[in-house]
Structures are given as C-alpha cells and as structure tokens.
C-alpha cells in the first residue's frame, strides 16, 4: 500500500491570511488537494499530510502569500527512487 507524503517528509506550507485575495490558483494546481478555501475565501491547508513540498502553490500565488518549507527526508523512510530507463 502506498505511504502517505508525510511518511517521507516534513514539508510544512504557511499561508499568510492577510495576503490570500482567494482567487483559488493554488487550489487548482495542488494536485494533491492539499489546499482549500475557507468560508472567507482564504486558503487553508486541509489536508497537510498529502503536501510533498512540490512547491507549484508557492510559485504561482500572485500575492505571494503562500510559504513552503523544503523538506528533509525523514531518516526512518527510504525515499523510493524512480528506475533509470
Ligand atoms: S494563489 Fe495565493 S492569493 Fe490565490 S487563493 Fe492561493 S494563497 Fe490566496
Ligand atoms: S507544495 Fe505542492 S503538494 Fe504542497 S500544497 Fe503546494 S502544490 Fe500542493
């Protein structure tokens, strides 16, 4: 069965509110579905533990309101390693 990202990582992702204008970019390109509105159309992080640090959220907010912290693999996880064709 396939571990969840947070399994392997550490990344954390902080949203600064008070920037959010909530045009729901970095909703739409998360595609793990990590990040949502809120009723005040601020994003939120809603489901943390799926986030792998990519960092297309924080990229392509325009108001750079998004935050990721690069992670450091966890030394209890082996990072599966994409076969070389
Ligand atoms: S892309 Fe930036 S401004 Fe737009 S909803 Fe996400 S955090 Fe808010
Ligand atoms: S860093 Fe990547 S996986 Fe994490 S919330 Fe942003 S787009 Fe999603």
């Avoid at 533990?49 to 030394?75: F, L, M, Q, W, Y």
């Amino acid at each position: 069965m396939a571990k969840p990202a947070n399994y392997f990582y550490d990344s954390k992702i902080h949203i600064i509110t008070q920037w959010c204008k909530g045009c729901g970019i970095c909703t739409l390109l998360c595609k793990n579905n990590v990040l949502t509105l809120d009723s005040r159309k601020k994003a939120v992080v809603a489901n943390p533990a799926a986030c792998t640090a990519c960092g297309h959220c924080e990229n392509h907010c325009p108001d750079i309101a998004i935050r990721v912290s690069r992670p450091a693999a966890k030394s209890n996880a082996r990072i599966p390693v994409a076969p070389v064709s």
